[in-house]
């Protein structure tokens, strides 16, 4: 039982390319999210998705893209990175809107 | 708008000493509360919850918590601390996004530094 899974932890990118954060969970949860951690910020909600088949918007949506590939796999998109989004992100789920979260271990992304 | 404060950036105590670390809240209903805490390079790791019922928790690692209504508080505490709980420190509140879906809010955190 792996928990919550990310990949890559570290990567590094130039203004204007694109990558995708992945992000896996094997304990069945129907609700995954994606934070991002920055200095004196605590976390903010990129995007979440409530159940399979479902992605909503959160705090800070400008700039990313996400697809519930299935149950398990949650996984985000940055089309065309920018130093604001130097970061380090998270991806989490849960069973229940309210119940408590499991965090992956963060994908540090740095954009030059 | 629901909300979560917690006014100590940095706090440094001597091992074996006392500890609490402040959170108010901002949310209408009654809140789901929660403790987070974040090791240097890790993930967030859940120390204990409140939903409902008794209002002080017992959570992970000794520490606990109590719910005070009367003021929007959720303060973590631990009687002797340890230098293994030099952490960052997250409250947070589940709270409804929308009709159909409901988040949690963070703090924006306590980092915690423990003296020899």
């Known amino acids: 039982n792996a928990g919550v899974t990310q990949t890559p932890k570290f990567q590094v990118l130039k203004t204007g390319q694109s990558m995708t954060l992945q992000c896996a969970q094997d304990?069945?949860?129907?609700?995954m999210y994606w934070y991002r951690q920055d200095p004196g910020m605590g976390l903010r909600l990129i995007y979440y998705s409530a159940s399979e088949g479902t992605t909503d918007k959160g705090e800070v949506p400008n700039g990313y893209n996400v697809s519930r590939l299935n149950k398990r796999e949650f996984s985000l998109r940055l089309e065309s990175a920018a130093p604001s989004q130097t970061s380090v992100y998270f991806c989490a789920s849960s069973g229940r809107g309210f119940d408590e979260q499991y965090f992956g271990p963060g994908t540090r992304l740095t954009v030059t | 708008a629901q909300s979560v404060t917690q006014p100590d950036i940095h706090i440094t105590v001597s091992e074996g000493a006392s500890l609490e670390l402040r959170c108010n809240y901002s949310?209408?209903?009654?809140?789901?509360l929660f403790w987070y805490v974040q090791s240097p390079g890790q993930g967030l790791q859940l120390l204990l919850k409140y939903f409902s019922g008794d209002t002080l928790v017992q959570g992970i690692k000794g520490f606990e918590a109590e719910f005070k209504r009367s003021q929007s508080s959720f303060n973590l505490r631990k009687p002797s601390v340890h230098w293994s709980d030099a952490a960052e420190y997250f409250c947070?509140?589940?709270?409804?996004?929308?009709?159909?879906?409901?988040?949690?809010?963070f703090g924006s955190g306590t980092r915690l530094s423990i003296r020899p």
């Open positions: 949310y209408g209903a009654t809140p789901y």
């Open positions: 304990m069945n949860h129907n609700s």
């Open positions: 947070a509140v589940g709270a409804q996004w929308d009709s159909s879906a409901s988040k949690i809010i």
